[in-house]
């Protein structure tokens, strides 16, 4: 196992990749660069559940090994976050949620994530998570 330090964190740092996330990125692990996270375990990050509050943006897989199966990625928040795949269906200035697979929804709670601007036809958010 991959040991992680949480010293000093502002706005990214290095987190173990869920074991449910880990199996849909197997294929190419360099595919959730870019998709939204949520905290799942200790040290530990994934696509979550549907409706999950986002804890940030994965920026870097920064280490995979095959032998333990352990993926670590740094992950970014405290910033705005461009082309975060959603429905379509959100409005700006709506609390978004984590969708389940990388991507936001609208959010029925309060959550640290807002959408700032959205491309309906393209089904992208520019979102803003704190």
Do not use: M
């Given at each position: 196992m991959y040991e992680?330090?949480?010293?000093?964190?502002?706005?990214?740092?290095?987190?173990?990749?869920?074991?449910?996330?880990k199996s849909t990125i197997q294929s190419d692990p360099?595919?959730?660069?870019?998709?939204?996270?949520?905290?799942?375990?200790?040290?530990?990050?994934?696509?979550?559940?549907?409706?999950?509050?986002?804890?940030?943006?994965?920026e870097q897989v920064e280490f995979v090994s095959t032998n333990d199966d352990?993926?670590?990625?740094?992950?970014?928040?405290?910033?705005?976050?461009?082309?975060?795949?959603?429905?379509?269906?959100?409005?700006?200035?709506?609390?978004?949620a984590c969708n389940g697979t990388g991507g936001v929804k609208t959010s029925v709670e309060h959550t640290n994530c807002v959408a700032l601007d959205v491309d309906q036809s393209a089904t992208l958010c520019a979102i803003k998570i704190i």
């Open positions: 992680l330090s949480f010293n000093g964190l502002r706005n990214s740092g290095t987190f173990h990749v869920a074991a449910a996330t360099k595919q959730i660069i870019g998709k939204v996270v949520t905290i799942t375990g200790n040290g530990e990050v994934g696509y979550g559940s549907a409706d999950d509050e986002p804890f940030g943006v994965v352990d993926y670590v990625v740094t992950v970014a928040w405290g910033q705005t976050f461009e082309d975060i795949k959603c429905a379509g269906t959100e409005n700006a200035g709506e609390f978004l």
